[in-house]
């Protein structure tokens, strides 16, 4: 009886203990969730807690066998538990109690860093301001060169037109003789509405539409430095970087279960996020400051956007950069992690996009390259609810906008080089399909892909349906030959015209260093960053560059696209070397350099409660590390300093080059005398003054813009090119014998203009003028690259000079008439009427022009209108020329598979055209390398 007393004694006190600690339960849970309790306390309640509600379920259990008398050994062993259970509570006391010392520890040094960081800040913030002012100055004063040295001339053409009156409704017969041109479904129009409003409503009368037209690019230039340092900034923020691709893709492959997937959906934040690490922060603004920085003053001065953006440089490219980076901007904006509303700057992303259309053609890169990424971000696992709004916002408004354009049209869902994007369209609904059904019938893991499989399944089929149901009525566009040429594997388009152009050869090594200088080296380190810090914006950065990369080693001209991505991975690069290097020297962070403060901190704290702080010295090899970082730093920082300076160096060098016009040149007499050879325009402005107003001048394409907008006189063709046939007519005029192209010309002009004097004049560009005549008109060459038509090597000289087919060509006699021995026109057929000062500009008046074809092709009566009485009438050859115009054969493209009969001529044609030029690039390098081991 007495040792059950005592047990049941010891029994009534364990469950007194315990209902204490029940009972304080809820005070004890309060308490943890107050922020600021004291440290003391916390420790004390925390040792009242665990394993009480386990403990009080077993006894109100059990609660009539706690008053009966039970056996010793079961209340032995119940004292041995309760015992157990008070020496797990002083361990998790002792967890606990470390854990609020480590959070005071930490909170001191985030007291400590915010204090330390406004301070610098405040400081650093109004620098970085001044410097960015600075760096757009600098791209102003880049790009005004050309203005300083030669004044505000226009001289890159592309397109100007003198006075459009209802421009989209404008049937130009001043160019395209005699077909004539209709503007409004033929042109971008961006650039020059830009101008016209800029005249209108913000310069009026103080600046000429000349001198906006000059001014243009370097706005514009201005612009797009500032907007690819926006991209930059947002591409560093700490929100937005916080990942690495390496967790993205564990992500994506062993932490994508559905549940998680449909949540993140839901919330907006994409499958495979990690919360912890991805939410908004306001973090240190050092390094998306001094990236954007860096960005900037990159871009401000780069080559490569230098080349399409100097004053004077009117052309599509000088705006439609602008556009293209603001495009991109807006994008990676609207991708904001820890903002849920942040897809509403897909409107804005799609409103400059409908910009980019309406300036430039390359908007198909701008589309594509949006669709990438957002196919990138469901690969990587990242789509959500609001990547998909941002995408389908952008693209909605942007189509809508875009066909709108007339030269655009409904191209963006006919081309085949724009459906990639709209077929990621359609999967982001089918996607976002699945995942409200999915949220909604709370599917299981297998349910989940079973159901997206099934969906996916059906819609792919009726794709592939509507595709082959399409193709044979020709609803689909072919890819054009400059696109084209980007992705097959020898180097030539099939196309001699595309070909012809200089600008769209593959790139060389140099030329990558020439355009980017410093940046091309720095750009892969900025990627190996971007990589390292991920997220949805840096993952746009990412495939940007490969695929600006991609199609800049295929056309030259391209190299363009690499300016802005170039610049922001270079940025990235030295913006966050250059904060680390600030931070040592400066540092805000307590727990790489100055510990103390934070401790002392702690322990005004616990005086303040009359407690006790142990402070611990830091490690002894500290100090030594800590300079060894801030020696390094200053390395770093001299090293940057001294890059940068040679860079803005070179591309200052560069950028006096880039800024002398194509129409105004500087030369060197032989006494070492400078000079302004302004032959061009002066040959241009003496048509204007001498000939006839319905002059019609003959001259090669490249010149037609000038020749219309300075002479103001019809010409022929111009850089929009876009009637392969009627260019290869010229091209037979030119380089045809001089009595059948003179059969031809007296029907179509009355002047003939050619470029002379050497360099790019018209001999240099004959043998391409010959292969595009032959395309069209295949009896002008024995073979399709033209290859009796040229520069031959004399075997008893060894100099070069013309073949004997390039020699009894019209363009041979009208440049070398009266220079070279031997060489004279026909005085009956051609009257050189004007040379100019230094022989670059020769006009010939053309003897016995047929004034009834003239007037034939003048009369509005033998136009052929799409509708009676409609604006779009085009003009008509006259009917002398049908013989001859009848011995051609309109040109195949290679990717014109609407049509329905395939011809072998066409086929063979294409063939012996792709073996020749490569036998005549191997030909070209095997001579480089001889004249190499000759010198």
């Known amino acids: 009886m007495r040792v059950n007393a005592t047990v049941q004694r010891t029994d009534e006190m364990i469950f007194r203990s315990v209902s204490r600690r029940v009972g304080g339960e809820e005070s004890i849970s309060k308490k943890r969730g107050r922020r600021g309790e004291e440290g003391g306390k916390n420790r004390k309640e925390g040792h009242k807690k665990s394993h009480g509600h386990l403990l009080f379920v077993f006894f109100s259990n059990n609660r009539q066998q706690q008053q009966q008398r039970l056996p010793i050994n079961h209340h032995s062993q119940l004292l041995r538990l309760s015992i157990s259970i008070a020496a797990s509570d002083m361990t998790s006391g002792r967890n606990k109690a470390k854990k609020a010392e480590q959070q005071e520890i930490q909170e001191a040094q985030e007291a400590v860093s915010s204090q330390v960081g406004m301070s610098r800040n405040t400081i650093l ?559 241009y402005h003496w048509i204007r003054d001498n000939t006839p107003a319905d002059a019609r001048i003959m001259a090669w394409w490249d010149y037609g813009y000038q020749i219309t907008s300075i002479a103001n006189r019809t010409t022929i063709a111009d850089g929009n090119t876009w009637n392969h046939e009627h260019i290869a007519l010229l091209a037979r005029i030119l380089t045809g014998p001089v009595d059948d192209g003179y059969k031809i010309a007296r029907h179509m002009a009355d002047y003939m203009l050619v470029w002379a004097g050497g360099g790019g004049d018209d001999m240099a560009k004959s043998p391409h003028l010959a292969r595009i005549a032959n395309s069209v008109y295949r009896r002008m060459c024995s073979d399709p690259v033209c290859s009796q038509f040229g520069y031959v090597m004399d075997q008893k000289t060894g100099a070069r000079g013309p073949s004997k087919q390039m020699e009894r060509s019209l363009v041979a006699h009208l440049v070398s008439h009266k220079l070279k021995p031997g060489v004279e026109v026909d005085p009956t057929q051609f009257q050189e009427v004007f040379r100019s000062r230094y022989g670059k500009i020769r006009v010939y008046k053309i003897i016995g022009v047929d004034q009834e074809s003239k007037r034939w092709a003048s009369d509005p009566k033998n136009r052929e209108c799409d509708v009676e009485g409609g604006w779009f009438c085009r003009g008509q050859y006259p009917p002398a020329l049908l013989n001859f115009l009848q011995e051609g054969k309109d040109f195949a493209q290679l990717e014109d598979f609407n049509r329905k009969t395939s011809d072998e001529d066409d086929e063979d044609y294409q063939k012996q055209y792709f073996d020749g030029m490569k036998k005549k690039d191997e030909r070209m390098k095997a001579m480089k390398k001889k004249q190499k081991k000759e010198l």
């Open 125 to 683: 913030m109004p620098i970085f301001f001044i410097i960015g002012l600075l760096t757009l100055g600098e791209a102003y004063r880049i790009r005004l060169m050309a203005i300083h040295e030669y004044g505000p001339v226009i001289h890159e053409f592309d397109p100007y037109f003198h006075g459009a009156k209802k421009f989209f409704q404008w049937f130009d017969y001043m160019s395209w003789y005699p077909l004539g041109r209709p503007v409004g479904t033929t042109i971008y129009p961006g650039m020059q509405f830009t101008a016209v409003f800029i005249k209108q409503y913000i310069v009026g009368d103080y600046m000429s539409l000349n001198d906006v037209c000059c001014y243009i690019p370097a706005w514009f230039g201005v612009f797009a430095t500032f907007i690819t340092g926006l991209i930059a900034y947002e591409c560093t923020l700490e929100c937005n970087s916080s990942n690495t691709i390496l967790s993205v893709l564990s992500n994506m492959i062993f932490n994508s279960n559905d549940n998680s997937a449909s949540a993140n959906n839901a919330n907006g934040t994409g499958t495979g996020n990690i919360s912890n690490n991805l939410k908004q922060k306001a973090g240190d603004p050092l390094v998306p400051i001094v990236a954007m920085l860096f960005t900037m003053m990159a871009m401000a001065v780069i080559p490569a956007h230098l080349m399409r953006s100097v004053g004077g440089g009117f052309d599509n490219e000088s705006v439609a950069m602008s556009a293209m980076t603001m495009t991109f901007y807006f994008w990676v904006r609207s991708l904001r992690t820890g903002e849920d509303k942040s897809y509403l700057w897909g409107v804005l992303t799609g409103l400059a996009y409908f910009y980019m259309v309406a300036a430039w053609g390359g908007y198909v890169f701008v589309l594509n390259m949006i669709g990438i990424h957002a196919a990138l971000l469901v690969a990587l696992g990242r789509f959500s609810t609001k990547i998909y709004l941002s995408y389908t916002i952008f693209y909605i408004i942007g189509t809508a906008l875009a066909v709108q354009i007339p030269v655009v049209g409904w191209t963006p869902l006919k081309s085949l080089e724009q459906l990639s994007a709209f077929a990621v369209f359609l999967g982001y609904q089918v996607l976002q399909f699945c995942e409200v059904c999915i949220r909604r019938n709370k599917m299981t893991r297998k349910d989940a892909w079973k159901f997206r499989v099934k969906v996916i399944s059906i819609t792919t089929a009726i794709g592939v349906a509507a595709m082959i149901i399409l193709t044979p009525t020709g609803y689909f566009g072919p890819i054009s030959s400059r696109v084209r040429g980007l992705f097959v594997k020898h180097t030539k388009t099939g196309n001699p015209l595309v070909d012809s152009v200089a600008e769209h050869q593959p790139a060389k090594a140099n030329s990558y260093f020439q355009y980017l200088q410093h940046f091309c080296t720095l750009a892969p380190l900025g990627f190996i960053m971007i990589l390292v810090w991920f997220g949805d914006s840096p993952s746009f950065v990412a495939a940007y560059a490969m695929v600006a990369y991609f199609f800049s080693h295929k056309m030259v001209r391209l190299i363009l696209l690499m300016a802005p991505v170039a610049s922001i991975l270079g940025g990235v690069a030295l913006g966050r070397l250059s904060a680390w290097c600030v931070n040592q020297l400066w540092p805000v962070n307590v727990s790489n350099c100055d510990k103390t403060v934070a401790n002392e901190l702690r322990s005004t704290k616990k005086s303040k409660k009359g407690g006790k702080m142990k402070t611990s010295p830091p490690p002894p090899g500290d100090d030594t590390m800590m300079w060894l970082k801030r020696v390094g730093a200053m390395v770093l920082l001299l090293g940057t300093y001294m890059t940068m300076g040679a860079y803005n160096s070179y591309c200052w060098k560069i950028g006096k080059h880039l800024s002398n016009p194509s129409i105004i040149m500087v030369g060197q007499t032989k006494d070492g005398q400078k000079v302004v050879v302004d032959d061009y325009r002066e040959g």
